[in-house]
């Protein structure tokens, strides 16, 4: 698939219009539901494939942020071969009371995969945890930066930052 009709085909599956209230507390009259093009087989493998060329050449690990980048680093992971982790928006209080769960050993290079990207706000509160936690981020990959700031908030905490798609180029298909 090319990644113009991919942008198509996420567009028919979850570009919708209205009145919606944003993580970052704006409102907005439309919405990407990432979970109706990560929940679709072929777009998800599609976008999987656009993401690993965003890739750093080398990084220890996917660090898919809860919850939309769960399924696009498992996913991202299949296609690369390079291992995912689950990053929880806080440490759970029970088991293994973990932040980041699937086994990543301290030190390790985590790209941080996300969905998408507004504000960054929960982006970059995830990298401050992950770093404390004793990891080190330096890459962040998306599928959609809707162009609202986010991408500044990413780099001033040393990150590089790649989309998929802007809004602009989504908007342009």
Not at 20 to 49: C, H, M, Q, V
Not at 64 to 90: H, M, N
Request: aromatic share 8%; proline share 2%.
């Amino acid at each position: 698939m090319t990644k113009t009709e991919l942008a198509k085909q996420m567009r028919e599956a979850s570009y919708l219009t209205g009145e919606f209230k944003l993580r970052s507390g704006n409102i907005s009259n439309f919405y990407w539901d990432k979970y109706r093009f990560e929940s679709n087989p072929a777009l998800l493998t599609a976008i999987a494939e656009e993401m690993a060329k965003l890739l750093p050449r080398s990084c220890d690990g996917l660090a898919g942020l809860e919850l939309g980048g769960i399924p696009l680093a498992t996913a991202l992971s299949l296609q690369t071969g390079i291992p995912c982790f689950y990053v929880r928006k806080e440490a759970k209080t029970y088991g293994t009371c973990n932040l980041i769960e699937g086994g990543a050993k301290e030190g390790s290079r985590l790209v941080v995969i996300e969905d998408v990207i507004t504000t960054a706000g929960q982006v970059c509160t995830s990298i401050e945890q992950i770093r404390a936690a004793g990891y080190i981020v330096e890459h962040v990959v998306a599928v959609i930066d809707r162009e609202a700031g986010g991408a500044a908030k990413i780099d001033e905490l040393g990150c590089t930052f790649a989309s998929v798609f802007t809004l602009t180029e989504l908007e342009g298909e």
